[in-house]
């Protein structure tokens, strides 16, 4: 009977003698209570710093039956895209704090995938559920926290309702209206700072607010991503003054012109800036937040130093709290994106979720192709990318006039490098490799087939990430079929099927369209007759995969039956028309014709034989 005046949810020990605190020190600094333990560094105790733990049942914190103080308001402010997978934790301090605390949170047995389990932190000064920054360690979700919350608790993240589409455009290009129509947020490009905190140079054209999209300028370090100036930005965030300046300036400046907020790409920043950056974003983020505005950063992708997670100049957790968008930029290679816990991508997302709020993360991606070479990859249009393996040559017996007769035997080729096709079926990729002569390796071509960019789209969604962000899709050379592909991503429509098999598609044409038409392999060479009147005939090919087809330069040849007796010049035929030639690739030059090639015609790069007329 005594023991029960003690229980709650009256409890008369505490009545009686007040809220019993566990004093933390250097020697006894830490305090569990369920699945919550809350400790402090030795170094750094407090003081007379003392906390009381107290945990509540899912289903006891729900019904509001916990008599905590402020359980209804921690309740009611739950948002719609967490559900409490965890018991909840009461925390109670007394004393003088210190800089910050461990908590260290059991996960439940019945917690669902890990991967979108995130802790959250109710603060009864915002009155609202905060992320904390986390990671996962044996069963626990490990936390250090600055300003110490009422109550914690495990959550799940729901997926969110459509996913964010966020597209650049940069001061030359124009947002054409496909792209617009399936862009969530739009960052003209165009202007940078200057030496007086100023922002100089002009937005993209086509842009506009009231549009259907959010409309967020990219403020950057740089008018071409080869050319970066890292010291105009560290001039002004390592001066006080300076910096808050560019905030005033990039405040009114976004709050004056109607925008939705900014987008702050500042790359290449030195790791001697890390804490000045950050307190160049808070900054900017508490101004833009006072004028209703958003801001979004660009980083770089984390990498693995020593076995660690290294962001160099950029503090993600500083930066993830600061932001409202937070656009992780990915490298090009391919590879990364397959599955598998010691896989880049994949493991660092499940990183980076633990560093920022994955409701704010965007993967930034290219729409282009890749090439690599020596480990190096660098972004390569589609049909560039195709354009190695050369253009038509033409091997045939002629005659002393350089025409064939009709009935022999022709061979066409294209006069590149050999190109050995394949798909990498773990990243759901087509590639080329050229070899040289000797058989070695001179680049890989990896393609950005609509498949390919799905497959990352997709990493997204086993993370429930907010979505993902292009700033090449208005570039030339995006294959057929990518902004499509987009679409159906924001949408959720299922991956539309494809073909990536490589292949070469031939097309024998004459005066009155075409005559045969032939797919191969990509090395196989076209091995025809010709029986048809005497004229002038193309021998057209196109690199074809899908929907996605890469003409290549043609060839015309002149069929005309021997004659006993001299002539006069014939009439010229009406022309076909071999397909145009794309302008050669430096990193990897196109082999002159063969011998005995027959290259008949007015060739231009740009456009069709104009001519195969003789005479």
Not at 129 to 140: E, K, N, Q, V, Y
Not at 253 to 280: K, T
Not at 302 to 326: C, H, K, M, P, S
Request: hydrophobic share 40%; aromatic share 8%; no cysteine.
């Amino acid at each position: 009977m005594i023991v029960g005046l003690f229980l709650p949810p009256f409890n008369l020990f505490d009545r009686l003698f007040g809220v019993q605190y566990a004093m933390l020190t250097a020697q006894s600094n830490a305090v569990a209570d369920g699945g919550l333990t809350l400790a402090v560094d030795p170094n750094d105790p407090g003081s007379d710093f003392g906390v009381v733990l107290t945990s509540f049942s899912m289903d006891e914190f729900l019904a509001g039956g916990t008599k905590a103080v402020n359980q209804a308001a921690a309740q009611a402010a739950i948002p719609p895209y967490l559900a409490l997978q965890s018991p909840v934790y009461s925390i109670q301090t007394t004393g003088s704090e210190p800089r910050s605390v461990f908590l260290d949170v059991a996960l439940p047995p019945t917690a669902g995938d890990t991967d979108i389990l995130d802790l959250y932190g109710w603060n009864m000064q915002t009155g609202q559920w905060h992320f904390i920054p986390s990671h996962l360690t044996d069963g626990r979700l490990v936390a250090t926290v600055e300003d110490i919350p009422e109550f914690v608790a495990v959550f799940q993240t729901e997926p969110p309702q459509q996913s964010t589409v966020l597209i650049a455009v940069d001061a030359t290009q124009v947002l054409s209206p496909d792209v617009a129509q399936l862009a969530t947020i739009v960052a003209p490009g165009g202007l940078q700072p200057n030496l007086q905190g100023q922002l100089v140079g002009s937005l993209a054209a086509g842009v506009q607010t009231n549009a259907g999209y959010f409309v967020m300028p990219a403020i950057r370090n740089y008018a071409d991503p080869r050319a970066l100036d890292p010291d105009t930005v560290t001039a002004i965030i390592s001066n006080r003054a300076l910096m808050s300046e560019h905030v005033r300036q990039i405040t009114n400046f976004a709050s004056s012109n109607g925008f939705n907020g900014v987008m702050i790409d500042y790359r290449d920043l030195p790791v001697e800036q890390r804490d000045n950056f950050s307190a160049f974003i808070r900054e900017l983020g508490s101004s833009l937040d006072s004028m209703g505005l958003l801001l979004g950063v660009v980083v770089p992708q984390a990498r693995i130093e020593d076995g660690n997670w290294d962001t160099g100049a950029y503090d993600w957790q500083a930066l993830g709290q600061a932001a409202d968008v937070f656009q992780i930029n990915l490298g090009l290679d391919p590879t990364a994106f397959a599955p598998g816990a010691d896989r880049p991508v994949e493991a660092m997302l499940r990183w980076a979720v633990g560093e920022v709020d994955r409701r704010k993360i965007l993967l930034g991606l290219s729409a282009l192709s890749a090439r690599q070479i020596n480990g190096e990859f660098t972004p390569i249009g589609y049909d560039e990318a195709l354009s190695a393996v050369g253009d038509v040559q033409v091997e045939a017996d002629t005659t002393d006039t350089g025409s064939i007769e009709p009935g022999s035997e022709i061979q066409a080729s294209l006069d590149g490098f050999h190109a050995l096709p394949g798909t990498d079926e773990t990243v759901h990729t087509p590639y080329v490799e050229y070899q040289n002569e000797d058989g070695t390796t001179a680049a890989t071509m990896w393609l950005t087939s609509p498949e390919a960019l799905r497959f990352r789209m997709d990493w997204t969604v086993p993370f429930t990430l907010n979505g993902v962000a292009f700033e090449d899709l208005l570039a030339n050379g995006v294959a057929s079929g990518i902004v499509q592909t987009i679409l159906n991503y924001k949408t959720e429509q299922p991956a539309e099927p494809g073909a990536t098999e490589l292949a070469l598609r031939w097309r024998i044409e004459g005066a009155n369209g075409v005559i045969s038409e032939v797919t191969g392999d990509l090395n196989e060479p076209l091995v025809a007759t010709i029986e048809a009147p005497d004229g002038n005939y193309a021998i057209n090919v196109a690199v074809v995969a899908g929907n996605n087809e890469s003409p290549r330069g043609g060839a015309a040849v002149a069929v005309f039956a021997p004659t006993l007796t001299p002539t006069p010049i014939p009439t010229a035929t009406p022309t076909p028309t071999p397909t145009p030639t794309a302008a050669p690739v430096a990193q990897a030059p196109v082999a002159g014709p063969g011998a005995g090639s027959i290259t008949a015609g007015s060739f231009e790069y740009g456009g069709h034989v104009t001519s195969t007329a003789t005479g």
